[in-house]
């Protein structure tokens, strides 16, 4: 089966994202998936789940889950938690590996949810308008999506490049700190960005290791992504700035949408 995006990067994932979502209160997204999903009192459905990092613990609270992603190596990592879970967390959780473009899981969900940015994966239109019709298909009449996507700023775009420094982790694994470094370049006719990440370390023998992991990301403005939300079925209720529910706005970083199925 061809590579997916996440495959090579899999195995740092979760110590990467450590740092942004536990770390920084307004960005720690888990408490607000699980709240949502226990409001919900259903089941519920992760798109682009990943390494379960949401996943977890959302079935943690005794809600049934299940988790789609197209990386095998990323659902690798979901499916060993699984198995180290107790039972009663292990069974509310079903992995399937499928394309959020175009999945089919016979049967309708309370909520969905997409979280850290994986929609922007998508980078044309018509993809995104696939996965918002293959959501709004899977959704119950009054289910909820939320999705949650990054906020485009004119200043930081106007400036074509950026080089950044993305801080160290560590990698238990190897016992190594890890420092990654990006390289962005924004092309905004396309309303795209492309990332070469660097990782790099220096192992136990003192040799030194780059990894370079190249992708691209679409970006939405708040109006696109609602009237893009509207066009396929939903009804924006919330339009959230981080995870502590404060109100979006310019600068927010993060724009997190809560929509209706109408
Ligand atoms: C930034 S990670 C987010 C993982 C997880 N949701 C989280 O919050 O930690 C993005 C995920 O999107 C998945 N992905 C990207 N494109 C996809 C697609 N077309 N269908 C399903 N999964 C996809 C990747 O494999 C990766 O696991």
Redesign the pocket.
């Known amino acids: 089966m061809k590579e997916?995006?996440?495959d090579r990067v899999a195995r740092f994932y979760d110590y990467e994202?450590q740092a942004f979502t536990r770390d920084i209160p307004l960005y720690n997204d888990v408490p607000f998936y699980v709240e949502y999903a226990g409001e919900c009192k259903g089941e519920v459905l992760?798109?682009?789940?990943?390494?379960g990092?949401?996943l977890i613990p959302i079935a943690a609270h005794g809600i049934p889950i299940t988790g789609?992603?197209?990386?095998a190596e990323?659902l690798l990592i979901a499916e060993k938690k699984k198995k180290t879970s107790p039972d009663e967390i292990a069974r509310q959780i079903t992995l399937v590996q499928?394309?959020?473009?175009k999945f089919d899981l016979k049967r309708t969900y309370r909520l969905i949810i997409v979280?850290?940015?994986?929609f922007q994966?998508?980078l044309t239109k018509a993809d995104q308008r696939a996965c918002l019709t293959c959501i709004n298909k899977h959704l119950d009449q009054d289910g909820v999506l939320l999705l949650d996507l990054f906020a485009p700023r004119h200043d930081l775009l106007a400036q074509r490049t950026r080089s950044l420094y993305l801080g160290k982790f560590y990698y238990e694994e190897e016992g190594v700190h890890v420092t990654r470094r990006a390289e962005d370049t924004y092309d905004l006719a396309a309303q795209t960005l492309h990332e070469d990440r660097f990782y790099e370390w220096t192992d136990k023998q003192g040799t030194f290791h780059r990894e370079v992991w190249s992708f691209d990301l679409a970006y939405l403005f708040r109006n696109e992504a609602e009237l893009l939300l509207e066009a396929c079925g939903f009804s924006v209720e919330d339009v959230f700035g981080d995870f502590k529910k404060n109100p979006y706005d310019y600068f927010s970083g993060e724009q997190i949408f809560v929509a209706r199925k109408t």
Do not use: I, P, Q, Y
Not at 98 to 101: R, T
Not at 115 to 118: E, G, I, P, Q
């Open positions: 997916a995006l996440f994202t992760e798109l682009a789940c990943g390494t990092r949401v789609l992603d197209a990386s990323m499928g394309d959020m473009k979280a850290f940015r994986s994966c998508l």
